[in-house]
């Protein structure tokens, strides 16, 4: 069993004023860093032929037009953006914000420029969780999906929304289940 992984502080501060009169926090953590800066290593795979290709090209097109070889730097850019992609997925993960208090489940995500967005999910909406458990215990909890995107050939992609990477996942999978009985039951 992991214990859970700690906020970062601006995501704890934002937590706190997140939560309403009379609501206390029953459970909180973060994303785990190590799962994110993995799945970030399947685009660094992809930065290095990348990368190579786009340098290639600039030193070929050089030799005929410099100028023309700097058509090539946003593709370098975009290469050496690919590779800092695993510690920019840790990063967003270490200040992700899970919690599940006495009314709700509240999702904090960080945005761009200090930004942050807040999704809160009732306990009606938590009906029918989804859980994805890995050898660890630890794993996803997916409250809902939503269809982003998508074009005539692929179709719409789904994006699952819920607590990502937590350790422990069952003990609050039961957590949310017995939030669910208490607002169930009658008062």
Do not use: H
């Not at 937590?15 to 970030?40: K, M």
């Amino acid at each position: 069993m992991q214990i859970d992984l700690p906020l970062d502080p601006s995501t704890e501060r934002l937590l706190a004023a997140e939560l309403r009169s009379g609501e206390t926090v029953l459970w909180q953590s973060s994303s785990d860093p190590r799962r994110s800066f993995r799945l970030g290593l399947l685009i660094l795979l992809f930065a290095v032929p990348w990368t190579a290709f786009a340098i290639f090209w600039m030193t070929m097109a050089a030799r005929g037009n410099v100028v023309f070889a700097l058509f090539g730097l946003p593709f370098v850019g975009v290469g050496c953006a690919m590779f800092a992609a695993p510690w920019w997925a840790a990063r967003r993960a270490r200040r992700l914000g899970y919690a599940l208090t006495t009314d709700r489940a509240i999702i904090l995500t960080p945005r761009f420029f200090g930004t942050v967005s807040v999704r809160s999910f009732s306990p009606a909406d938590l009906g029918d969780v989804e859980r994805v458990q890995r050898k660890d215990g630890g794993g996803d909890l997916i409250f809902a999906r939503e269809y982003v995107g998508g074009t005539s050939d692929s179709g719409p992609r789904q994006r699952q929304i819920g607590f990502m990477g937590i350790p422990d996942v069952r003990t609050v999978q039961t957590q949310i289940e017995t939030l669910n009985k208490s607002y169930a039951a009658p008062r």
